[in-house]
């Protein structure tokens, strides 16, 4: 057996045209999406709804998201917020608000593979919180005031056209992360204005 038939490369996802239904469908997609992850104000279960959207969306078999701990945090944290990713106890998943990666995206908010955002910023290769996660797509979270989050999505399933993103749906992720941008935004507020802030236990009217 040679090695080309032994390691056979990738199939790459036809560049077609998308037709105008399943732009329309899509639109009605993200309508709904946003109605959906807007209407959540529990901060845990908005970001675990927020995981299996994307997930599903563009069929990968994990996801992973970075976020703020609360508004006053200087670091982005994976913590419990990921399914389907392959974590090692021996690697540190935080990120500091003032990293190189974290400027980069809220300069350049997008959907980038792996590949793609190593040549824009090639200091990824030594961020072993990444690419231990080998993510096949990297979206900025973000909104007006600033990144919320770094969303990870991890192994796409092939499912007739080939695993590698198109720039349409590189742009439709980062539709939805537009719009979990601000549902995070709106749950963290909830969240602080239903917390006491020194036992960080809930308040009466939250209840």
């Known amino acids: 057996m040679t090695e080309e038939t032994s390691n056979p490369k990738p199939k790459k996802r036809r560049s077609k045209k998308v037709p105008a239904k399943k732009r ?3 639109l009605e997609q993200l309508f709904e ?3 959906s992850l807007c209407s959540m104000l529990e901060y845990d279960k ?3 709804a927020i995981l299996y959207t994307t997930m599903c969306q563009v069929h990968t078999l994990g996801a992973g998201i970075f976020v703020l701990k609360d508004i006053a945090s200087e670091q ?3 913590g419990k917020f990921h399914t389907g990713l392959s974590v090692s106890p021996d690697i540190d998943y935080t990120i500091k608000a003032d990293h190189g990666i974290v ?3 809220t300069k350049n908010p997008n959907a980038y593979t792996l590949d ?3 040549k824009r910023y090639p200091k990824l290769e030594d961020m072993k919180c990444i690419m231990s996660l080998s993510p096949s797509l990297i979206i900025s979270v973000q909104d007006k005031k600033g990144l919320r989050g770094i969303l990870v999505l991890g192994e796409r399933l092939d499912i007739g056209d080939g695993i590698e993103y198109s720039k349409y749906e590189k742009d439709y ?3 939805i992360a537009s719009l979990s941008a601000v549902a995070i935004s709106n749950a963290s507020l909830v969240d602080m204005s239903s917390t006491d802030m020194m036992t960080q236990l809930k308040l009466k009217h939250y209840f």
Do not use: G, T
């Open 46 to 48: 908005l970001l675990e």
């Open 116 to 118: 793609d955002l190593k």
């Open 76 to 78: 982005f944290e994976l």
């Open 103 to 105: 400027k980069f995206l």
């Open 33 to 35: 999406i946003s109605k």
């Open 24 to 26: 329309i469908f899509d």
């Open 173 to 175: 992720m980062a539709s």
